[in-house]
């Protein structure tokens, strides 16, 4: 049973949500003493209108909040409303932005903020922009609602569009974080190695390891169903994301609280103090362990009731995924080399294929893999460069799969207020080239080779992330890992193989032992 709950769990681990948006910032201030500011997230068409960088040297304009009105035609506009040089904000409705923003321009407006609660879309052309001169943009309705509460009657905005750092440090925390499992997971994996070894030669370690025995090998085949089930689950995730998504939620509360607890047990299995035991059913167990359980399950629970919380919730799903990926690349065994390509491989292909092949097949023209992590509101989400639009307004929070390590970003841009203030690494990147170089450290311990084939594939695995970040930092959008990690490990693994002169017995792994075995006897 649990060893089917950490499969199930790693089906839906290699989604890495990537969003596409054009952000910008809506900075307000009230006419306190000193003011209050405050800024907020809008989003606009680039193709539309170009915004200043930063703050300096740009006028503010008085905000009118005409939220009664949605501004499609002259009629709407009172004889005594008077706009000229404001900023107006009118509500969502019945009409093209361009409608709205012509109506807006024509008496003198000189920015147009759009506020909805729900998502937004329009059919304009560029050709409709052409007499549109002043700026529109997007902007949450609650937004507006929280602006005069904190703020008060007399609101002045600015709108402006900071330029993406050209580096976050979080990428450093990111970088040690997938580079420090990916070593601790294959390390352990390696000491499970030595204990089987151990047990082989003896009855008694053999008796008890075999009933603590709880990983699980993957021959060609079942890499080949595992990632056919994979593609399987993206599909239904893309057609029944609101329904699938809780119950995904639910797998990963399960499967890391279970995995927090062995990699806990581990470390405290190995302390001397604190072993004292009760007994039930005839079966004998710690106390501390029972401990250990209670807080792990508590952890789960806690994050499951606070998951949307981005404050402090993000260090729960980082402890919980770092504790699966650990556990999972310790529990599955790749028996060897020639199942590790084939399933980092194909991997490689669902990947890619996911990310940059089905926007030519999707009606909307996104990829399946986007639509997936954006979730169920993800049509409104999107822009194909003449539309604008934006995120629903939702009475529940917009449930994401919990399926990547996030670190908040630690330069300060409009991605911080625009839903995105985290750097993302999903699980799959760290788990997928970390089953290679668990093989690799089992493979050393096998053949007595000084870790070589560990430390080269870790070596390997850091310097694709590094080029993952370059790759991400030139291009600005988001990549997919696999395509830089993959081709790094496997590259690296079969040079190492090829100079020592053991690529056969690399190829056949635990098969080529067994073969030898029986020669030598």
């Not at 998502?119 to 001169?133: C, I, R, Y």
């Not at 604190?274 to 952890?299: H, M, W, Y």
């Not at 539309?387 to 629903?392: F, I, N, Q, R, T």
């Amino acid at each position: 049973m649990r060893r089917a709950g950490l499969l199930w769990a790693a089906l839906w681990a290699l989604l890495l949500p990537r969003v596409n948006a054009q952000e910008g910032i809506l900075h307000a201030s009230g006419n306190g003493i000193p003011p209050l500011t405050k800024d907020y997230c809008i989003r606009y068409n680039r193709s539309w209108i170009s915004l200043p960088n930063t703050l300096d040297n740009v006028a503010s304009s008085s905000l009118e909040n005409l939220t009664s009105k949605v501004f499609c035609s002259n009629s709407e506009v009172p004889s005594t409303l008077v706009i000229k040089d404001k900023a107006v904000v009118v509500m969502k409705g019945n009409c093209s932005f361009m409608d709205k923003a012509r109506t807006a321009q024509s008496h003198g407006a000189k920015i147009l903020l759009i506020a909805s609660k729900t998502g937004l879309s329009s059919s304009d052309t560029k050709t409709d922009v052409q007499n549109v001169t002043i700026p529109v943009a997007l902007v949450s309705y609650n937004d507006i609602m929280d602006m005069q509460q904190a703020l008060g009657a007399r609101i002045n905005v600015t709108l402006y569009s900071p330029s993406l750092p050209e580096f976050d440090y979080s990428m450093v925390v990111i970088f040690l974080i997938a580079v420090l499992t990916v070593a601790l997971g294959g390390y352990w994996s390696g000491v499970s190695e030595l204990e089987d070894l151990k047990a082989v030669a003896s009855p008694e370690d053999r008796e008890t390891r075999r009933k603590k025995e709880e990983n699980v090998t993957f021959t060609p085949l079942t890499v080949i169903i595992f990632v056919v089930i994979c593609c399987a689950m993206l599909l239904l995730l893309y057609f029944f994301y609101k329904w699938l998504v809780y119950v995904i939620i639910s797998v990963f509360c399960l499967a890391s609280a279970m995995s927090l607890y062995n990699c806990l047990s581990a470390l405290i299995r190995k302390l001397s103090f604190g072993q004292c035991r009760i007994s039930c059913c005839n079966k004998s167990i710690e106390v501390r362990l029972i401990f250990l359980a209670g807080f792990c399950i508590a952890t789960a629970v806690v994050w499951a009731v606070f998951r949307n919380e981005d404050r402090w919730a993000w260090i729960l799903q980082d402890i919980l995924g770092v504790a699966f990926c650990l556990n999972f690349i310790k529990t599955l065994k790749m028996p060897n080399f020639k199942s590790c390509v084939i399933l980092l491989g194909l991997l490689l292909l669902y990947d890619v294929f996911f990310v940059f092949i089905t926007p030519f097949i999707t009606k909307n023209g996104e990829s399946i893999m986007i639509e997936v992590a954006a979730g169920p509101f993800g049509n409104s989400e999107k822009n194909d460069g003449n539309l604008v639009e934006g995120p629903a307004e939702r009475s529940a929070p917009h449930e994401k799969l919990p399926v990547v390590i996030r670190v908040p970003r630690l330069e300060y841009s409009a991605l911080t207020l625009c839903g995105m203030p985290f750097s993302l690494l999903g699980f799959g990147d760290i788990i997928v080239p970390g089953l290679l170089v668990a093989y690799c450290r089992r493979f050393d311990i096998q053949t007595r080779s000084s870790s070589v084939y560990y430390v080269s594939c870790n070596i390997a695995y850091a310097v694709g992330m590094v080029l993952t970040f370059v790759v991400l930092a030139l291009m600005k959008m988001g990549q997919p890992a696999l395509l830089y990690l993959v081709p790094c490990t496997l590259i690296t693994s079969s040079l190492v193989a090829w100079r020592r002169k053991e690529m056969k017995k690399f190829w056949q792994g635990s098969s080529y032992q067994g073969k030898m075995t029986l020669e030598d006897t």
